[in-house]
């Protein structure tokens, strides 16, 4: 079981829909908490106790400057939430290079090099005792690579292998790297693409159950979150 009372965590994307949800969760469980996200307004109008860290993962330092802020401010790192993310819809042929460079940008290198940038903090979590954790959320489209979501997918793909494979890596220093695969969730998400537009999809996930099972999940010392668990 992992104490979330005292943890000291940075949440990325923490005006997002999931993100804010998974902050206010983390909040009312006693968590010390650290928001990023790249318009201020929107961090301040979250009802969360927190520390705000106004960054855009597109800028050339954004998620590694956003760790070392966070764990000055909060005295240390326990656990990293990575909740942001972008999407796209339409056929691969049709695929604007631009888009397919943020895509990777925001969903895979980003998260990437704010896992890479978190391990130094992470590990020194670890030797104090505690259980330290990485959670991001990929999605369902990691597992099946989804037609009309072709660069998303692949995205999401890139950061779901890198979960695996640094989760192998880190297992000895007693760091967990969670990777969550939600299918389609209300949260709105999909009406802010970035290009293209979304199809009528079936009614998705709520987003509160969502944020409840990925909560849980880092408190229960869960390993992995694939779609069957949502
Ligand atoms: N909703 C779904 O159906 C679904 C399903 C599976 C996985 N996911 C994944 O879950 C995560 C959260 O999704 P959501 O549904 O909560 O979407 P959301 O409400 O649109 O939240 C996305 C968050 O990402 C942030 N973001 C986007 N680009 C950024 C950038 N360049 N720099 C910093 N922050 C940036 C947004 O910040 P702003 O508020 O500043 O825009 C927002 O806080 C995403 O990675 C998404 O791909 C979602």
Do not use: Q, W
């Amino acid at each position: 079981m992992t104490e979330l009372s005292g943890s000291r965590v940075l949440v990325i994307g923490a005006s997002g829909g999931l993100g804010s949800r998974i902050a206010r969760r983390l909040a009312d469980a006693g968590a010390i908490l650290a928001l990023s996200g790249r318009n201020a307004a929107r961090l301040d109008a979250l009802d969360v106790p927190a520390e705000r860290i106004v960054a855009d993962l597109r800028s050339e330092s954004g998620s590694a400057s956003v760790v070392v802020e966070a764990e000055s401010r909060l005295g240390g790192l326990d656990a990293v939430v990575i909740a942001s993310g972008v999407v796209a819809f339409g056929p691969a042929s049709e695929l604007d290079p631009d888009t397919a460079i943020e895509l990777f940008a925001v969903n895979a290198l980003s998260p990437i090099d704010t896992i890479r940038a978190a391990l130094p903090a992470l590990t020194r979590s670890a030797g104090e005792g505690r259980k330290p954790v990485v959670v991001t959320i990929s999605g369902i489209v990691a597992e099946v690579p989804t037609a009309g979501l072709a660069a998303y997918s692949a995205s999401k793909s890139a950061l779901a292998a890198f979960m695996v494979a640094a989760g192998r890596e880190n297992r000895r220093a007693g760091i967990r790297l969670l990777d969550a695969r939600p299918g389609h969730t209300e949260t709105g998400l999909v009406t802010r693409a970035i290009a293209g537009a979304a199809p009528a999809f079936p009614e998705g996930l709520d987003p509160d159950h969502v944020a409840d099972v990925i909560v849980e999940a880092i408190a229960s010392d869960a390993r992995d979150l694939p779609s069957s668990a949502f």
